[in-house]
């Protein structure tokens, strides 16, 4: 372990099991051999590299029988599992952590807190072997942070069909998606629901959102939804609220979490690589005092993160998550992950800012992380109102 992630210093990874390790060093083989070689070309062309990654796909991180020893039953790999594969893939590139998380996290845990048994015995084993993805339809053109109140789209029923009208923006994978999850309110009742909308289906549109200068891999998607029709059995039965909506959310804030930690360690190793590299005054760069300060000030970060990744993945494991200590890891580490990366950045120079010495691509993603699934500001607000008991969102 301490060759697989030597920034672990505080030893957290200890946690997983051997054959949990096994399959993240396989992970590791093929983020080397197929990935790496191929990012910087994809950043450039904002595409994702859909052919390499199934060499992931058909790893299992999702559904190997090694991770469900003594879990049998479950549908989920162990929460100690979930955050070092998303850790692993973020330490190379932060959108294809984002591309699995978006799936593996947001689209399945509305298919399995959602689903009646029914649609989670069809749906749940093609979404954890990949057969089908998913993603997670929520935020509005005109509506983010204030989407609980202000979601737009509607689905009226008429007999045993619903009609979907609106719009949805920033959707992640959502082009490529096989089965797209739709937030929409019911006029007649103010229900906020969920439906399983088909990638086919007649007056769905996505158009990809280009020009990001973060997650560039990521093919976020403005979807369109013009009397978009789905069968009632398409609709998650157990979603009927905004707290459900947000219990999915605040689930996957650990995800995002976990991420972060994996793009403090990307960026910490791509900046150690270079400095180790790079000579001035006749010197290593290793060798000056605030190199070494920074480099320092990096792990510190890294392991804080990691440490708050596994507080949560030790909550989850025993049932005791909560919607407020999933903000402040969130929160927390998104702002760490601005000054790590900065300094990733600053340790690289001039070369700090090119694709080609990675640490500048983390610099970008690190502004995605700090917005998404859940601005700092909201997640202030979310422990604001815990601290006062008052709510001041509006
Ligand atoms: P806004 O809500 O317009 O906020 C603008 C600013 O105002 C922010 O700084 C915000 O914090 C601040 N603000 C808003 N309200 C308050 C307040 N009450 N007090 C103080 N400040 C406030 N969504 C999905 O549904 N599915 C996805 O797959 C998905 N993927 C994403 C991927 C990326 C790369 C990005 C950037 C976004 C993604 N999102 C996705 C959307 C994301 O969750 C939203 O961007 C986020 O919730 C913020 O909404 P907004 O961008 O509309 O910002």
């Excluded at 191929?38 to 299992?60: C, M, Q, R, S, Y």
């Excluded at 955050?83 to 998380?101: C, G, H, K, Q």
């Excluded at 990001?212 to 093919?219: E, G, N, P």
């Excluded at 403090?264 to 900046?271: C, F, I, P, Q, T």
Aim: hydrophobic letters at 40%.
């Amino acid at each position: 372990l301490q060759e697989l992630y030597p920034e672990d210093l505080l030893r957290y990874s200890e946690k997983l099991t051997e054959k949990e390790v096994d399959l993240l060093v396989k992970l590791r083989e093929i983020l080397e051999t197929k990935l790496e070689p191929v990012i910087e070309e994809h950043w450039k062309n904002e595409t994702f590299p859909f052919e390499e990654f199934k060499a992931i796909t058909d790893l299992g991180l999702m559904n190997h029988p090694d991770l469900f020893e003594g879990r049998e039953g479950e549908h989920k790999v162990s929460e100690y599992f979930n955050l070092f594969r998303l850790y692993e893939l973020a330490r190379t590139d932060t959108s294809l952590a984002t591309f699995f998380a978006v799936h593996a996290g947001l689209g399945y845990t509305t298919l399995l807190q959602g689903g009646s048994p029914e649609q989670i015995a069809y749906y749940g084993p093609k979404f954890a072997s990949f057969e089908m993805q998913t993603c997670f339809g929520l935020t509005e053109p005109d509506h983010g942070s204030d989407i609980a109140g202000g979601l737009a789209t509607t689905a009226v029923k008429k007999g045993d069909t619903w009609v979907i009208n609106g719009e949805k923006r920033w959707i992640g994978g959502a082009a490529t998606a096989d089965i797209l999850p739709i937030f929409a309110k019911n006029p007649e009742t103010n229900e906020i629901l969920c439906f399983l909308v088909p990638g086919d289906s007649e007056g769905l549109s996505v158009e990809k959102i280009d020009g990001k200068i973060a997650l560039r891999l990521v093919q976020n998607g403005h979807i369109t939804l013009d009397h978009v029709k789905v069968k009632n059995e398409y609709r998650l039965p157990n979603i009927t609220s905004f707290k459900d909506v947000s219990r999915i959310l605040y689930t996957t804030r650990a995800d995002v979490t976990h991420i972060t930690s994996g793009t403090h360690a990307g960026s910490l190793k791509y900046a150690l690589e270079y400095a180790k590299e790079r000579e001035q005054f006749g010197r290593s760069i290793t060798k000056f005092q605030l190199i070494q300060e920074k480099l320092a000030r990096m792990e510190a970060n890294t392991v804080t993160g990691i440490g708050l990744s596994y507080r949560l993945a030790t909550l989850q494991a025993a049932g005791e998550f909560a919607e407020v200590p999933a903000s402040v890891a969130k929160m927390q580490n998104a702002r760490l992950l601005r000054e790590t990366a900065a300094l990733g950045r600053e340790i690289c120079g001039g070369n700090g800012i090119t694709v080609e010495h990675k640490v500048a691509k983390f610099f970008g993603d690190a502004e995605a992380i700090y917005s998404y699934e859940g601005t700092h500001e909201i997640n202030s607000l979310i422990i604001g109102r815990h601290l006062t008991g008052k709510g001041a969102f509006a």
